[in-house]
């Protein structure tokens, strides 16, 4: 946040606020500005996996036997457990990151939970091209934290916002267009 002052008094000129009663009322309604840092997830998944596949697992190559692999097939959990360690998975490779940019054709959001997931009847087609529209970004639930946001009744919360947009990128004339957020909740 950058604020600019004239001024280092707090007296009031002509009915008007001055620039210290200024920032500290901007303090109170804006939210710090932060780095974006784009990092292509495949980076991330090369330097987990190494050369086989088990450099950051708990379990040698050598031990991962038929024993183990019978074990990790009877594993048994419900759709939201399963959701939910999917996203870890994926957002520990980065456990700073608030938003996952993904445009890739087929790319997907990570959900943490099963349930409230949106169809394709749920997804709008784009409003200026009738085309389909295509997952492109998530915010994740991390930013909550990083906005400062108490875990009150009332207070601001999300699992994920995955947002949709057209799979042409069309009306490139447009600066800003309207888009379909889904918020998982």
């Known amino acids: 946040m950058k604020t600019y002052s004239e001024s280092s008094n707090s007296s009031t000129v002509n009915n008007r606020r001055t620039s210290n009663e200024l920032e500290k009322v901007a303090s109170n309604t804006l939210w710090p500005e932060y780095d974006i840092i784009n990092n292509d997830e495949f980076e ?5 996996s190494g050369a086989n596949g088990y450099s950051s ?3 040698s190559n050598d031990q991962s036997d ?9 594993f048994e959990a419900d759709d939201d457990k399963k959701s939910w360690t999917s996203f870890q998975e994926c957002i520990s490779k980065a456990p700073e990151q608030v938003l996952r940019y993904c445009r890739s054709p087929g790319a997907k959001p990570v ?9 394709q009847v749920d997804t709008p087609k784009c409003r200026y091209c009738v085309g389909p529209s295509v997952f492109e970004f998530q915010i994740l639930p991390l930013l909550l934290y990083y906005f400062g946001v108490k875990d009150d009744v009332d207070s601001l919360d999300w699992s994920t ?3 949709y947009t057209c799979e042409a990128s069309c009306e490139a ?4 267009k309207e888009e ?3 918020i998982q909740v």
């Open 44 to 48: 991330f998944d090369m330097e987990m």
């Open 57 to 59: 697992s708990m379990v």
């Open 66 to 74: 038929e024993t183990f692999k019978a074990l990790l097939k009877h």
């Open 111 to 119: 959900w943490p939970i099963s349930s409230g997931q949106p169809s």
């Open 161 to 163: 916002i995955a947002v």
């Open 173 to 176: 004339s447009l600066s800003y």
């Open 180 to 182: 379909f957020a889904w």
